[in-house]
C-alpha cells in the first residue's frame, strides 16, 4: 500500500508558474512508475506526464515545453514543475502511480489559472 499527498496548488493568472510537489507514504516509493494526472471540472481525469523508475519521462501534448516531471527517491517525492500556465491546465491535480491505483488517490490539489 501507498499514500500520496498533494501540494502546492493555487490560483495564478495565465502564463504564470506553479511547482505541485507529491508525497508518497508507505511503500518503496523507487519501485514504481508514477504520474501526475489532472480533472477538470466535467470532464475524465487524464493523466498530464509521467516517470518511469528509470527516470523516462512522458507528457500529454498540450503540456510538452510548459511542464517538467521529476522525482526524488530518496525522499519519495515528485514534483511537477508547471510554466506558462494557461486557462485549460484549471483542475484538481493528484499523483498516483501508472498506472493509477484506484486506492491511492489523494486529495488532490487545486490549480486554478485565471486573470
Known amino acids: 500500500q501507498v499514500q500520496f499527498e498533494e501540494s502546492g496548488g493555487g490560483l495564478v493568472q495565465p502564463g504564470g508558474s506553479l511547482r505541485l510537489s507529491c508525497a508518497a507514504f508507505?511503500?518503496?516509493?523507487?519501485?514504481?512508475?508514477v504520474g501526475w494526472y489532472r480533472q477538470a471540472p466535467g470532464k475524465q481525469r487524464e493523466l498530464v506526464a509521467s516517470?518511469?523508475?528509470?527516470?523516462?519521462?512522458n507528457y500529454i501534448d498540450s503540456v510538452k515545453g510548459r511542464f517538467t516531471i521529476s522525482r526524488d527517491n530518496a525522499n519519495a517525492e515528485m514534483y511537477l514543475q508547471m510554466n506558462n500556465l494557461k486557462p485549460e491546465d484549471t483542475a484538481v491535480y493528484y499523483c498516483n502511480r501508472d498506472p493509477p491505483r484506484n486506492n491511492f488517490w489523494g486529495q488532490g490539489t487545486q490549480v486554478t489559472v485565471s486573470s
Open positions: 508507505g511503500s518503496i516509493f523507487s519501485m514504481y512508475d
Open positions: 516517470i518511469s523508475t528509470d527516470g523516462s519521462k
